[in-house]
């Protein structure tokens, strides 16, 4: 098995999932040979660009596999998602039948598909947050209304607290908190509702946090904030233009005045880390 034939030069760093809190908290790196761990992600796609009809595939990845091919052996278990307890109700008795055999980690998912498998309300309402018990409010946007979920006087973020698993389960039976019903999930042996069920980096930060900061940079709406890099855009372009990536990045820069728009999750996050290096941030300085 890779995991346990692999070898680290730094006993301390984190090289793979096996390194990882939730990994080394259920012993699963003494499991005999013959188990495996499982990581299964669940996110809505369209079948066409201009298509209303989308699918919701749910993929498994084995852990155990080397890193290096792990990407090409995906387990496709299912296309479509009905209702959300009927769905994952054959997923949870596999695993219960061979759960000897395999052991579901972690579940990785957007915040539209993570609070139908947890049983919760969406962003959008009271207690809308999976991790914390914030209630949030609402303000007003454009002709709408957003939840918003602010930090209090005495710098508390989280309202009445983190979830945990267990109180989950309690707020599950008396439908409060946000949770409106058990999920089919929190039967799965050593699978925490919570701390197992983790919001992705492509989401969160790569089409989040990274395409924020572009947006601030160059869109022409903040061309009065100092840190506005609209007027330099050309400059910009050519520098970004002139680096030549690592082989793990899989795709070369394009430019940010004319690809912004299209630049896929990686792109982004590429870009976020070459705008914070130490000659891009000089070179800006420079310029401005």
Not at 9 to 34: E, T
Not at 144 to 158: C, E, L, S
């Amino acid at each position: 098995m890779y995991a346990k034939n692999r070898t680290k030069q730094c006993s301390y760093a984190i090289k793979d999932i096996f390194d990882g809190h939730l990994y080394r908290k259920n012993n699963f790196d003494d499991l005999p040979d013959d188990i495996i761990t499982l990581n299964f992600s669940v996110d809505g796609t369209p079948l066409f660009k201009a298509s209303q009809t989308s699918i919701t595939p749910v993929l498994c990845t084995v852990n155990e596999i080397n890193p290096k091919i792990r990407k090409n052996h995906i387990i496709l278990t299912s296309t479509d998602i009905p209702d959300m307890d009927e769905y994952l109700k054959p997923f949870k008795y596999n695993n219960v039948e061979y759960h000897k055999k395999c052991q579901i980690l972690i579940g990785i998912c957007d915040s539209v598909e993570r609070p139908k498998l947890r049983g919760s309300k969406s962003f959008r309402g009271e207690y809308g947050c999976g991790f914390c018990k914030h209630k949030g409010e609402e303000i007003a946007k454009g002709r709408g209304y957003v939840r918003i979920f602010p930090i209090d006087d005495d710098g508390n973020a989280h309202g009445e607290g983190l979830r945990s698993h267990t109180e989950t389960l309690i707020h599950a039976n008396n439908v409060e908190k946000g949770i409106k019903h058990r999920s089919v999930l929190c039967d799965i042996p050593k699978f925490d509702i919570i701390k197992n069920l983790t919001p992705d980096w492509m989401h969160c930060v790569a089409l989040g946090v990274c395409r924020q900061f572009l947006k601030l940079w160059i869109d022409s709406s903040y061309h009065e904030r100092e840190f506005y890099l609209g007027n330099h855009i050309s400059a910009t372009d050519k520098l970004l233009l002139s680096f030549k990536p690592s082989m793990d990045v899989s795709r070369t820069p394009r430019t940010m005045s004319k690809d912004r728009l299209h630049l896929k999750a990686h792109e982004l996050l590429t870009y976020l880390e070459i705008m914070f290096t130490e000659q891009v941030c000089h070179t800006l300085e420079f310029i401005s």
